[in-house]
């Protein structure tokens, strides 16, 4: 079973910290002020508490909800398919959206977001991710920020999984043996 001995550290604690400090400041120079962060679970939970209190640091007050969207299961290879496993609370209607995940890959995930909030009339829509794995897009789609690019590997912590595990690490690993 993997352990923790199989994880290579990519980005430190403090990398992380001093990067999500960087975009907090991006965003609130280019964004309206009147913010909607929708946070697209679960993987980016522990990203945007981090980069909610950024960007609180930076000047801006958001309003924040959460949709939590499925396309992988347990597996770390992607069904390709997005399901809706629960909604946001608020109508999107009018608000300018920043969408928050953990990692783009293929990109189905964040246009899946991108299209269920213009459907429902988001006056605009942004997008901040903490990775781009750039590699594997298979829809073209870019973030508006992005944390740190990867490589074509698999990686966990920061509230990342592999199979349900190791989303309480406090860096971004390499799962050694590419679990890819
Ligand atoms: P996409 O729809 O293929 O862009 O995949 C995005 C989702 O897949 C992310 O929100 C993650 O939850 C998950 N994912 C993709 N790559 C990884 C990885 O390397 N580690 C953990 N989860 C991943
Ligand atoms: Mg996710």
């Known amino acids: ?7 290579e550290i990519l980005f430190a604690a403090t990398e992380i910290a001093t990067r999500v400090e960087a975009i907090a400041d991006a965003i609130v120079a280019a964004e309206s002020r009147d913010l909607l962060v929708v946070v697209i679970l679960k993987g980016s939970f522990v990203f945007a508490a981090d980069l909610i209190r950024a960007l609180d640091r930076a000047g801006a007050d958001p309003r924040v909800d959460f949709i939590t969207l499925a396309s992988y299961g347990a597996a770390t290879e992607s069904s ?13 209607s009018g608000q300018a959206v920043l969408l928050v995940d ?19 009339g988001a006056a605009r829509v942004r997008s901040c991710v903490l990775l781009d794995k750039s590699a594997r897009r298979v829809v073209p ?6 944390g740190f690019r ?14 349900h595990r190791f989303r309480g690490l406090p860096y971004i690993g390499r799962v050694r043996g590419g679990a890819a």
């Open 1 to 7: 079973m993997t352990g923790t001995d199989d994880i």
């Open 80 to 92: 390709g398919r997005v399901t809706v496993v629960h909604d946001l609370s608020e109508p999107v």
């Open 102 to 120: 953990d990692i783009l890959e293929s990109g189905r995930t964040l246009a899946f977001a991108r299209d269920l909030l213009e459907r429902r």
């Open 141 to 146: 789609i870019e973030a508006d920020y992005a």
């Open 150 to 163: 990867i490589g074509n590997e698999f990686v966990v912590g920061y509230g990342l999984d592999l199979a």
